[in-house]
């Protein structure tokens, strides 16, 4: 499968954007998707997952209440609704799908995204 990202940018603290993760070569629904996130020089962490049919999610800690993960299957498209934005959400996020479950173990995930840039200005 075939993971693209999109809508990274520039935003202001307190702003938001969304990020969409279109995908292609199987099935949509047989993937439960997750959001990571990279800082400059720090590891790639655990933003958000959503299960099958996009009844389950988890949060980490750092962004519940603020990030929204969701999915459209009618689109094969993942999305990252996040909200009141951090100088230190910035990063490179990341789309990744597994078939097992909705895990918060990147190396739990078969296929990844390219990665779209977020940079939050104070």
């Known amino acids: 499968v075939q993971l693209q990202a999109s809508g990274g940018g520039l935003v202001q603290a307190g702003g938001s954007l969304r990020l969409s993760c279109v995908t292609s070569?199987?099935?949509?629904?047989?993937?439960?998707m997750g959001w990571f996130r990279q800082a400059p020089g720090k590891e790639r962490e655990f933003v958000a997952a959503i299960d099958w049919s996009g009844g389950s999610t988890n949060y980490a800690a750092s962004v519940k209440g603020r990030f929204t993960i969701s999915r459209d299957s009618a689109k094969n498209t993942v999305y990252l609704q996040m909200n009141n934005l951090k100088p230190e959400d910035t990063a490179v996020y990341y789309c990744?799908?597994?078939?097992?479950?909705?895990?918060?173990?990147?190396?739990?995930?078969?296929?990844w995204g390219q990665g779209t840039l977020v940079t939050v200005s104070s």
């Open positions: 990744a799908a597994d078939s097992a479950g909705y895990s918060s173990d990147y190396s739990k995930y078969d296929y």
């Open positions: 070569g199987r099935t949509f629904s047989s993937y439960c």
